[in-house]
């Protein structure tokens, strides 16, 4: 994907992320690459924001929206 030098660096530490939030799980499971390019273009600092991305549903949301925010807002 094409993605400016701040998307990669998003993108990047979203990969980081999603390793951790995937606990052994295969890192798809959480998100997988397309969705993760959309939320390092996006960089969503809410919830509602994060909602909004093809990708995350309301179960994703629940349950990975919080530690996805806060990634963003750190970022940004």
């Known amino acids: 994907a094409d993605l400016d030098a701040d ?3 998003r993108f ?3 990969k980081t992320l ?3 939030l995937a606990a052994g799980k295969p ?4 998100f997988d690459n397309k969705t993760l390019v ?13 909602g909004k991305i093809s990708g ?4 994703k ?3 990975y929206g919080e ?3 806060e990634l963003m807002t750190r970022l940004t």
């Open 56 to 59: 995350v549903g309301p179960a």
């Open 27 to 30: 890192a798809y499971v959480v």
């Open 18 to 20: 999603r390793t951790e």
């Open 67 to 69: 530690a996805v925010t």
């Open 7 to 9: 998307s990669a660096a």
């Open 61 to 63: 949301l629940d349950k």
């Open 38 to 50: 959309s939320i390092a273009r996006m960089a969503p600092t809410t919830k509602s924001a994060l």
């Open 12 to 14: 990047e530490r979203l």
